[in-house]
């Protein structure tokens, strides 16, 4: 890992291609559902998460065609707008494929997306895995699937791309373990720079994961090889400081703007992620979206996410690849270190086993909610390191097993007793071989992935697909739908704005934003009026309507800069209309809508 072997180059072997085919069928087959019908379906689990991305990729669009600063909106949570890089805004992706969203449209662009980024990091995994750690394309080929496609990447798959956009992440981690190669510290420098730079605009949650992982490899690397550590330090650090100036230069801006440009915050308010921790059952708990996962175990202990659920099969096959392995490799024992170390720091500020918190303080509990870059983290997404670890040590012991009983046996000295014993061991190598297969296999084979579940949603408005809202919205003021689009109401109406291409600004939204006090919140902070009529849609019953409540709708209005209120079809539409007739007088019906235009009033 420290020094690997140079291979002459070459064109890419039969083999890649035939993985690189089974990852791309792979990514199809677990996006199979939104193909079904890609413009009027979203994921059953995290339905509002895909429509924020759906956003996103028209917010790409929107950037580029109107040449715009991709790092702030205002064509969302309007009159203040949104700080992109203080958000999941995955601009890395969606500005380099804006075209494409141009011409496809973001629901396209967001299934084709999710598909090949899933395919992109298996591959760049085991091109990783083949040419710097494992020689068989076989052990290659099961470690970048599993990395691309673990349980914790599927289910992250449901409506969070940004989660298994990890595709550079194999190339960074390879680029870390050569830069102490002696006379390239300045090119390795500067690769590992750029590959930084670029993830900052993909996932930094994922890059810091990366990061500390990589820390503590290097470390346990030192440990066990103190000389050859001590050889190579002088290049390593001299390679880390051309890496950290050149992703320093690039994106030195981006991350000024991230915490101190508009609508930027410090950290969540109430540190509401440090609760998050993995329960120990889910170690051995089948993942749902596989062939043999269950929906109802999830109700029991999957508390917020299932960044780990591997099954009992495959810990158990990797506590013995483990234990087989750690006295002779090197990679081994460092691979056992980050499996301790994040498996411990992944379990949260309280031990959870199936499903009930015990008596037990976990690691967070001793870590205060308000450090930085600490702050932000969910303590189960630390297993996402885990899950990385035991990608690799699957190929590590495919690549074992794959020499054992291949390995030449020693010509016999004299008698047919030597040749019976040599036969003999050459079949127990064999045997051993394909009996190590079959675990490995049977131990994956329950966590092969199933579509990910979808569900219909309605589409726009005509009025608003078609452009009749135009005469109604001017320049610097923005349309109003009902309901108002926040992280908990109004997922078809968010959508309105990323189907229409953004070319009409709406109030609130679904993002991160600072409150009065500079701390992080989810949504804008809800209006009077905003708060009526999400009241009204749980009770499903229009309260007593008093003058004050028409002068805060009034006021909220003009806040909002709101030109037009528009009612499309919705579940609650009755209700709904009939408060804001109460609220804002008689509407108009203009196509399949109901309009209230409130120019004059505000």
């Not at 992982?213 to 390679?239: I, K, S, W």
């Not at 999400?534 to 002068?551: G, Q």
Request: charged share 15%.
């Amino acid at each position: 890992m420290a020094d690997p072997p140079r291979r002459p180059r070459r064109r890419p072997a039969r083999a890649d291609v035939l993985a690189i085919g089974a990852y791309a069928l792979l990514g199809v087959l677990v996006c199979l559902n939104y193909w079904g019908d890609v413009q009027h379906r979203v994921s059953s689990h995290l339905p509002t998460d895909h429509s924020w991305f759906e956003w996103l990729f028209a917010h790409g669009a929107y950037s580029v065609r109107h040449l715009e600063n991709p790092l702030f909106t205002a064509r969302q949570n309007a009159p203040d707008g949104v700080n992109m890089m203080a958000n999941t805004s995955l601009l890395g992706v969606t500005l380099p494929l804006a075209p494409l969203t141009m011409l496809l449209g973001p629901q396209v662009m967001y299934a084709l997306y999710l598909g090949a980024a899933l395919s992109a990091t298996a591959a760049t995994s085991y091109w990783t895995l083949s040419r710097h750690l494992v020689r068989s394309r076989g052990a290659a080929f099961v470690g970048g699937a599993f990395l691309g496609f673990a349980p914790g990447i599927v289910h992250h798959a449901n409506g969070q791309p940004n989660f298994v956009s990890n595709f550079l992440l194999p190339l960074i981690v390879s680029r870390v373990l050569r830069l102490g190669e002696p006379g390239r510290w300045r090119r390795n420098g500067v690769a590992l720079g750029l590959l930084v730079a670029y993830q900052i605009f993909i996932n930094e949650e994922m890059l810091l994961l990366t990061a500390l992982a990589c820390l503590v490899v290097v470390a346990a690397y030192a440990v066990q090889r103190p000389r050859a550590a001590r050889e190579r330090a002088g290049a390593f650090l001299a390679a880390i400081g051309v890496g950290g100036g050149v992703a320093l230069l690039l994106v030195a801006y981006p991350i000024w703007f991230q915490f101190n440009g508009p609508q930027s915050y410090r950290g969540l308010q109430g540190g509401v992620f440090h609760n998050w921790g993995e329960d120990l059952m889910a170690f051995v708990t089948f993942p749902r979206d596989s062939i043999a996962g269950n929906e109802a175990v999830e109700k029991t202990i999957g508390l917020t996410e299932q960044n780990t659920w591997f099954g009992w099969p495959l810990v158990l096959v990797g506590l013995v690849a483990l234990a087989l392995l750690v006295r002779r490799s090197v990679p081994a024992r460092i691979l056992a270190v980050l499996v301790v170390l994040f498996t411990i720091a992944s379990i949260g500020p309280v031990v959870r086993f199936d499903g009930a918190e015990t008596d037990v303080a976990g690691p967070w509990a001793y870590v205060p909610d308000d450090l930085p870059l600490v702050e932000m983290m969910m303590p189960t997404r630390l297993s996402l390191v885990v899950v990385a670890a035991v990608g690799v040590l699957l190929a590590l012991a495919w690549d074992t097993l794959s020499r054992t009983g291949r390995r030449p046996v020693p010509a016999p000295r004299s008698g047919d007793d030597d040749t019976d014993a040599g036969r003999t061991t050459a079949g127990r190598r064999r045997a051993v071989r394909l009996v190590g297969y079959a675990a490995v296999v049977a131990a994956l084979l329950p966590l092969f992935p199933r579509p990910l579940p979808a569900q219909h949603i309605d589409p726009p408005p005509h009025f608003i697909t078609a452009g009749g809202w135009r005469p109604y919205v001017p320049a610097g003021r923005t349309l109003v739908p009902v309901p108002i689009p926040s992280n908990v109401h109004g997922l078809p109406t968010l959508r309105w704005s990323a189907l229409t291409g953004q070319e009409f600004p709406i109030p609130a939204g679904y993002f991160i934003g600072p409150n009065d006090l500079g701390e992080g919140v989810f949504g804008a902070p809800n209006r009077p009026t905003s708060t009526l009529i999400y009241s009204t849609m749980d009770a499903n019953k229009v309260p007593e309507i008093t003058p004050e409540n028409r002068r805060q709708a009034v006021e909220d209005l003009r806040f909002w800069r709101a030109s037009v209120v528009v009612l499309g079809p919705n579940p609650r539409e009755a209700v709904l209309r009939d408060l804001m007739t109460a609220l804002l007088g008689p509407p108009q019906r203009v196509d399949d809508v109901y309009l209230w235009d409130v120019r004059d009033r505000v």
